[in-house]
């Protein structure tokens, strides 16, 4: 998937919300809860590793920023 294609944190986890909230609905037909269930996993997968790197960029500037008051 390209940058382009994929959504911000922000557009994935308000996709998401309408998700859960159609799959809430009882008039929905087993083929698009299916449907449905794969984007949000696809969505849920897009919002993980966007907090993961997150996380992960926040560790780096901390240790940075400790090793420079170590100097």
């Known amino acids: 998937m390209s940058e382009k294609e994929r959504p911000s944190f922000e557009e994935a986890l308000v996709k998401l919300e309408a998700i859960v909230e159609?799959?809430?609905s009882q008039e929905i037909t087993l083929?698009?809860?299916v449907e449905l269930y794969e984007e949000g996993l696809r969505l849920?997968?897009?919002c993980s590793e966007t907090l993961e790197n997150a996380a992960l960029?926040?560790?780096q500037i901390?240790?940075?920023k400790n090793?420079?008051?170590e100097t």
Do not use: F, R, V, Y
């Open 57 to 59: 960029k926040i560790e």
């Open 44 to 46: 849920s997968k897009i």
């Open 62 to 64: 901390d240790q940075s």
């Open 67 to 69: 090793t420079d008051k």
């Open 31 to 33: 083929e698009k809860s």
């Open 22 to 24: 159609k799959l809430s």
